[in-house]
């Protein structure tokens, strides 16, 4: 798996990657379940979120500790090369507390065995080897220790949109290329009229297709098609800075947009490959059982009480 | 609304918000406000109600409560409702409580609340098929299925596996079980009431892994429901508190003669066995069983906060004084025991009140019941207790400790009060009920009575989580059990060791 396109996301401050309160944090019922989670743990305790992405388990804990005038330790790790205290607003402030360790496999926990009694991990543990990674935790965690993920479900309404977006991403990058085009007239600097004429309608002709595929999409359901928005918009701003900028930077401006939608397109395609179905949530609880977890349990996680976004998995180690 | 008049709407949601904020004096000030401008808003009557039961002051709840419904309320069924749980909980006037409840159906028949309300009642009272009835109803008629309360649906599932526990394992109401606590993954109170129902199914017919397993799902619901409340070191410096707030008295207490009963005190781990005491010294005419008595536990942590530091102070006068409220208190609660030469007063957490009751009522005596460690350990644990009351009861190694420290505590009173201390073990009244009965009486210098032995069939109300338990003849099986689940008890054994607990044949 690439890490690119998610140390990308995860430079923009973005912290949740899924559905978010005012905070900017998960809210309602994922934030629930973590809560409920963060609830049952002593006053001193030491906690470990995996693929921890920009720290949003780590920022639910540190506020429910707060609330209980408790301060846990807590260790978070990710493959990418993640700097949420650097990237996230007032990220010294808010991650007081946390020691990120970014380019760590979970699959290679860099912890003594036995050190925490709590590991969480968020749209993580299914990005990983799970066989591996349960390993790792089930080394680190203490006897009597706990863990909780949430993962991505291969119905949830987020993989739901997440496919369609896929096909939005494909239509855009490979069957118009808007940004092939784009780039083409963007970059003439001294062409002949009929040849920047022919770009021009080129472009046209893209822009129209992405435009119907929008217009079908919203005709669908209201407010998706949110990829050919992003395209049409970033078109017309980038023909728009060709009255200031020279035509090789405005290139590299059309280079650098269409990689932002690859790396977003490459997110996606993450999500939606490592997405579990029934049979792949069972075959993690085997995975767990295997290692001699027990209390495995598994539920199907809700969010404003109808939209399926994630499998809820606890797990304990005697 | 004419101008200058209150605006009783907005009066109404600043109470409310000053009492969710726990701010209730302000709250009542602001309803006491509210009902000065309009005498006759129920609502407002029914709001002070809410702050009196908090305040324990029950009779003024009834009070406020009917003269809401003689005002005329918005929603009289909650009222009802609320009658009843005072009536029952706090009052022992079952009678007046399911009155309330009928009420309360009568003006709104799918009214959930009221009906597992019922249910609840009825099973405390021992009336099992009318509970059966109540639970039974909740799932068949299809108007509670679309109520705010729906989720109580399961609730009465479990209540019923309870009372009608599956004979094997292909028996459909575990199936039923499994996917009910399968549909309700996020309502954590159903879930813990399924999977306690579960276990218990599973223990019944001695799937003992599967039992363990699903009491170990049960109590982890439990704590995420309420959160993990048990310190053990905040546990352990209250009982360094409380030994050092009462040393061994100096002098013997006067032995003059009390008008009226005398209170006897029956304290013990909770599941120790001391509702099943309580059931056979009711039996005794010249003794009355008053059942779970708040009226000191809030004396203590309310009046007298911070505990044990005050009352380690309470000044002789103030002693008397006190005691006679209790007394009052008492007499109201039960008029019928004028009668009697004893009122029990049966709670497990007397045991952190010994030094206190001691100091209110020199001469009182302290029935102490005790069970095996390990059996009494996960007794607590197969149990859905309220973490509130019993913060350590969702882990073996929390019971343990915990165990550890009321052992550690009670070896301090009966250093200090040997003579007014008798210890009853569970083991022995089930082995040998007339003896240890018998032994128990003559410590409160009581005779014999044949009625003491056949409690199990007694038409009275028993309010804790023993009420079946007690309605059956002496109850063998539940000696011992821990052998059978003793591959899974290793945590609740090394706490006990650890607390210094000896564990006999535990080796």
């Not at chain 1, 023909?239 to 290139?251: D, S, Y």
């Not at chain 2, 009902?35 to 002051?57: Q, Y």
């Not at chain 2, 109540?134 to 609730?155: G, I, K, N």
Request: hydrophobic share 40%; with cysteine.
């Amino acid at each position: 798996m690439s890490l690119e396109q998610w140390e990308t996301y995860y430079r923009s401050g973005a912290i949740a990657t899924g559905p978010e309160g005012p905070d900017g944090l998960y809210d309602l019922e994922v934030r629930r379940a973590w809560v409920a989670f963060f609830s049952t743990l002593p006053a001193e305790a030491r906690l470990l979120d995996v693929a921890t992405g920009n720290g949003v388990v780590p920022l639910i804990a540190l506020d429910f500790a707060r609330s209980r005038g408790v301060r846990w330790t807590i260790d978070a790790t990710d493959l990418a090369r993640i700097d949420p205290v650097q990237q996230v607003p007032q990220g010294g402030e808010r991650f007081d507390g946390v020691r990120f360790y970014p380019g760590v496999a979970t699959e290679k926990l860099p912890f003594n065995d036995a050190s925490f009694d709590a590991v969480t991990g968020h749209y993580a543990l299914e990005y990983s080897d799970t066989a591996a990674a349960l390993t790792q935790v089930h080394r680190v965690l203490k006897p009597g220790g706990e863990a909780q993920f949430i993962l991505h479900h291969a119905e949830s309404s987020l993989l739901q949109s997440a496919r369609r977006s896929l096909d939005d991403c494909d239509l855009v990058l490979k069957q118009v290329r808007i940004y092939r085009r784009l780039h083409r007239l963007v970059t003439m600097d001294s062409a002949a009229e009929a040849t920047l004429r022919a770009a021009t309608e080129d472009l046209a002709v893209g822009i129209r297709a992405v435009r119907d595929a929008h217009a079908g999409a919203e005709a669908r359901q209201r407010g998706s098609g949110r990829v050919f928005a992003v395209a049409i918009d970033a078109t017309q701003k980038l023909l728009e800075a060709r009255r200031t900028m020279k035509p090789a930077m405005v290139g590299l401006e059309v280079d650098r947009a269409e990689e932002d939608l690859r790396a977003s397109w490459r997110r996606l395609n993450d999500l939606v490959e490592h997405a579990l179905d029934e049979s792949g949530i069972a075959l993690v609880e085997q995975q767990a059982a295997a290692l001699g977890f027990t209390l495995i349990e598994r539920n199907r996680l809700h969010h404003a009480g109808e939209n399926l976004v994630g499998w809820q998995l606890s797990m304990h180690r005697p | 609304m004419s101008p200058g008049a209150p605006d009783l709407g907005a009066l109404m949601a600043r109470a409310a918000a000053e009492h969710r904020a726990g701010r209730r004096t302000v709250a009542l000030a602001v309803i006491r406000q509210t009902l000065a401008a309009a005498p006759r808003f129920g609502d407002a009557w029914m709001a002070l109600a809410t702050v009196h039961e908090e305040d324990g002051r029950y009779d003024e709840a009834v009070s406020a409560l009917e003269t809401a419904l003689d005002c005329g309320l918005t929603r009289p069924h909650e009222a009802h409702l609320q009658l009843a749980v005072l009536f029952a909980d706090h009052l022992r006037r079952d009678e007046d409580a399911c009155a309330s409840l009928d009420a309360a159906l009568m003006l709104k028949p799918d009214y959930l609340p009221a009906l597992m309300n019922l249910g609840n009642l009825h099973e405390q009272r021992g009336n099992r098929e009318a509970a059966l009835a109540c639970y039974t109803q909740v799932l068949s008629d299809p108007r509670f299925a679309e109520a705010p309360e729906a989720a109580l649906r399961s609730v009465a599932l479990a209540r019923i596996a309870v009372m009608r526990p599956p004979k094997a394992l292909d028996d459909p109401l575990l199936a039923e079980l499994r996917a009910a606590i399968d549909t309700a993954p996020a309502d954590l109170p159903a879930r813990v009431h399924l999977q306690f129902a579960l276990a218990h199914g599973l223990d019944r017919i001695d799937e003992v892994d599967a039992a363990f397993d699903a009491f170990a799902r049960g109590n982890r619901t439990l704590l995420r429901q309420h959160g993990r409340r048990y310190d053990p070191r905040q546990e352990s410096r209250f009982v360094d508190d409380l030994i050092a707030s009462f040393p061994p008295p100096r002098d013997r207490p006067y032995s003059g003669q009390d008008e009226g009963p005398s209170p006897v005190f029956i304290c013990g781990m909770f599941r120790s066995g001391s509702t099943l005491l309580e059931q056979v010294l009711a039996g005794h005419p010249e003794l009355l069983a008053g059942g779970e008595i708040d009226w000191l536990p809030r004396l203590a942590f309310e009046r007298l906060a911070p505990f044990p530091a005050r009352a380690a102070g309470l000044s002789t006068g103030d002693a008397e004084r006190l005691a006679e409220e209790y007394r009052s208190h008492v007499m109201k609660l039960f008029p019928g025991a004028t009668s009697r030469r004893f009122v029990t007063d049966k709670r497990p957490d007397n045991v952190f009140l010994v030094g206190l009751i001691k100091r209110l009522f020199p001469r009182a005596k302290i029935i102490h019941t005790v069970r095996h460690p390990m059996d009494n350990g996960l007794s607590i644990y197969m149990q859905h207790m309220n973490l509130e009351v019993t913060p350590y009861a969702n882990a073996l190694s929390d019971i343990g400790h915990h165990f550890g420290q009321y052992r550690r505590l009670m070896a301090h009173w009966e250093a200090c009060f040997a003579d007014d201390l008798q210890t009853v073990s569970y083991e022995s009244l089930v082995r040998d009920p007339r003896t240890t009965i018998n032994n128990v009486l003559g410590f409160l210098a009581l005779d014999w009575d044949e009625r003491c032995i056949a409690f199990h069939d007694r038409p009275n109300t028993v309010k804790t989580a023993s009420y079946w338990q007690v309605r059956q003849p002496l109850y063998g099986s539940a000696a011992g059990r821990w052998r059978r689940y003793r591959h899974h008890l290793a945590p609740l054994e090394s706490a006990l060791r650890a607390g210094g607990v000896t564990l006999p044949d535990a080796e």
